[in-house]
Nanobody, 131 residues
Framework: VQLVESGGGLVQTGGSLILTCAGS????????VGWFRQAPGKEREAVGC????????????LYSDSVKSRFTISKDYTDNTLHLQANGLKPEDTAVYYC?????????????????????WGQGTQVTVSS
């Protein structure tokens, strides 16, 4: 089981990035996934999350207030990835971004914004937004 984030980089204020979380060893889009970020000297905070797929529910995302209307989480079943589309980036969005999963199949609707609920993490990808 492995998660790998990619797509980070240096952008100017107002720019956009697409971060990718790739799963290996399991079919990532079917599982609950959270996106988190951590800036230097700060605690890890939630960016958003999306629930897994079940018989009566399928991938409804939640977002933190700080990124709502700017960031979008989506699933790619073909590539076994999740994406975090980040638009309107601000200097305060500068952080290492992580994806995580609890690896629980058919877990029911809903996802967690609490990083302690997730057991499997990627190594992170750096996003730097210049002013």
């Amino acid at each position: 089981v492995q998660l790998v984030e990619s797509g980070g980089g240096l952008v100017q204020t107002g720019g956009s990035l697409i971060l990718t979380c790739a799963g290996s060893g399991f079919h990532l889009p079917y599982y609950r996934v959270g996106w988190f970020r951590q800036a230097p000297g700060k605690e890890r905070e939630a960016v958003g999350c999306i629930d897994g797929d079940g018989r009566e529910y399928r991938g409804v995302p939640l977002y933190s207030d700080s990124v709502k209307s700017r960031f979008t989480i989506s699933k790619d079943y073909t590539d076994n990835t999740l994406h975090l589309q980040a638009n309107g980036l601000k200097p305060e969005d500068t952080a290492v971004y992580y994806c995580a999963t609890d690896l629980v199949l058919n877990a029911g609707p809903g996802c967690y914004m609490n990083p302690r609920k997730y057991d499997y993490w990627g190594q992170g990808t750096q996003v730097t937004v210049s002013s």
